[in-house]
Every structure is written in C-alpha cells, then in structure tokens.
T-cell receptor
Framework: EDQVTQSPEALRLQEGESSSLNCSYTVSGLRGLFWYRQDPGKGPEFLFT???AGEEKEKERLKATLTKKESFLHITAPKPEDSATYLCAVQGNSGYALNFGKGTSLLVTP | GAVVSQHPSRVICKSGTSVKIECRSLDFQATTMFWYRQFPKQSLMLMATSNEGSKATYEQGVEKDKFLINHASLTLSTLTVTSAHPEDSSFYIC????????????FGPGTRLTVT
C-alpha cells in the first residue's frame, strides 16, 4: 500500500529564513510525485511534478528534489505570502489517483 | 490554463435532503475526474475516480449509493450527496486531469458542505 509521510507537521520561519520540508514515500512503481500548496478554505494549487530520482524543479523561491525514498521542498528566503499548507502526493502505477500526505503547515512571520 | 471550477462554493442543507456539487474543467477536456473529501486539519482522501461516459470507481468504504457521481461530458462531473447527514459535513474537492500529461491533476476551489 502506498504511504506518504510529511515532516514536520508545522513549521514557523522568520522572513528570509530558508528551510526544507520533507516527504517520505513508499509506492509500488512511482509514476509521479506531486507538490501542492493549499491555502485555508481553498483547493490545492499545483506546484511541481517529479518523475524520477535525481530530478529537480524550481519555481520562484521553491525548489523540489526527488530521491528513491523521499522528496524535499526547499524554500529559499521565504516571505509571509508563502505561508500555507504544502501537500505531497504520490501516484503509483496502479492508477491515476493521488495518495496524499497530511501536509506541512508553514507560517512565515515578518 | 488548467482551470477547474466548482459550484457551489458553500452549501448548507438539512439532514435527509440531497445536494449536488458541480465540477467543471474550464479550458481543457478532462478525461478523468476525481472527487476528494477533506476533514478539518486532515489531508485529502480520495472518494472516487470517474472517466467520461463510464461508471465511477469508488474507494473502499465510500458508499456509491450515497455519493452519486456522474461524468457526462469531458468538462463536467457532478457529485450528489443523497440523504445527507451531519457526518457528511466536509470540504469536497474535485480534480481533473487530461491536459498535456495525464498524470497531473488540477484541483477545483472546493465546496464546503454543512448538514444541519
């Protein structure tokens, strides 16, 4: 059974203080690993898809990396508007459904 | 591109009534749509997967007679919660895939259902 574990559950950063969020996973045949951002009361917003170990993708202050067992979402010099819950999900070769982790709630203070 | 809408955004209904939620892909054709449920401070739990023109596939523990899913076109899927009870109160989110890579899912803004 696919499993996704995200850590930490919550993270508080000062503006400009870089950090990383972790997503550990087990899946039978990784088709893709996805990162989403979710604001309170809203649907998830797509950030990245990673398909194979060693792959990296960047978007503004965010950079996602992937190994065979985990993915990291690096946040460089975060701003208060980066405050949100970041969700990691995996898609295995059994279908197109996503299996989500519980998310990391990020708060960036000025 | 890849915009998914949901309607309504919020709905309050009385126990025993039914409520329909619409999910539309606005700028692409969605061959597959997914329905998720999210309880407070919890992650998204997949309820069902639907492909246009065929019956939905439900996850274990999800009652297909209670949560009716119709995917009649490549841009519209509906979820009907029948005989709603207070325990059905939740945040329902749809997603759609089909643009470019079939692996990526784009989510709607969600529908907050409150059953009184």
């Amino acid at each position: 059974e696919d499993q996704v574990t995200q850590s930490p559950e919550a993270l508080r950063l000062q503006e400009g203080e870089s950090s990383s969020l972790n997503c550990s996973y087990t899946v039978s045949g990784l088709r893709g690993l996805f990162w989403y951002r979710q604001d309170p009361g809203k649907g998830p917003e797509f950030l990245f898809t990673l398909y194979s170990a060693g792959e990296e993708k960047e978007k503004e202050r965010l950079k996602a990396t992937l190994t065979k067992k985990e993915s990291f979402l690096h946040i460089t010099a975060p701003k208060p508007e980066d405050s949100a819950t970041y969700l990691c999900a995996v898609q295995g070769n059994s279908g197109y459904a996503l299996n989500f982790g519980k998310g990391t709630s990020l708060l960036v203070t000025p | 591109g890849a915009v998914v809408s949901q309607h309504p955004s919020r709905v309050i209904c009385k126990s025993g009534t039914s409520v329909k939620i619409e999910c539309r892909s606005l700028d692409f054709q969605a061959t597959t749509m997914f329905w998720y449920r999210q309880f407070p401070k919890q992650s998204l739990m997949l309820m069902a997967t639907s492909n246009e023109g065929s019956k939905a596939t439900y996850e274990q523990g999800v009652e297909k007679d209670k949560f009716l899913i119709n995917h009649a076109s490549l841009t519209l899927s509906t979820l009907t919660v029948t005989s709603a009870h207070p325990e059905d109160s939740s945040f329902y989110i749809c997603s759609a895939s089909g643009q470019g890579s079939s692996y990526e899912q784009y989510f709607g803004p969600g529908t907050r259902l409150t059953v009184t």
